[in-house]
Nanobody, 122 residues
């Protein structure tokens, strides 16, 4: 069973930093695009940052210059370094990945992590 396992959320004061991790575990053949999303109760889930298998990144305007997404293919892990955190960044953060779970024929699954709470106090 392939799954995404998140870690690294927590409580921090405004201006502080946190680093989220998302590991792909189980049996798979390849990982394509990955990304971080966040959701506040009552709101839609929104994209924070994405990274392709080739390393190209894309960020939401509200995190530009503050957050950095990266991935370590050897560890099948994606990271989100969050600096200069603001109270408005408080949300549950979810990782997402397109994972190739079979090759003949090719079968790709979209997976979500369990979510990790990030709380930023003012």
């Amino acid at each position: 069973q392939v799954q995404l396992v998140e870690s690294g959320g927590g409580f921090v004061q405004a201006g502080g930093s946190l680093r989220l991790s998302c590991e792909v575990s189980g049996r798979f053949f390849n990982i394509n695009d990955m990304g971080w999303y966040r959701q506040v109760p009552g709101n839609h889930r929104e994209s924070v940052a994405t990274v392709t298998s080739g390393g190209s990144t894309n960020y939401a305007d509200f995190v530009q210059g503050r957050f950095t997404i990266s991935r370590d293919s050897a560890k099948s892990t994606m990271y989100l370094q969050m600096n200069s955190l603001e109270p408005e960044d408080t949300a549950v953060y979810y990782c997402n990945a397109l994972v190739v779970v079979a090759t003949l024929p090719v079968l790709t699954k979209e997976l979500w992590g369990q979510g990790t709470q990030v709380t930023v106090s003012s």
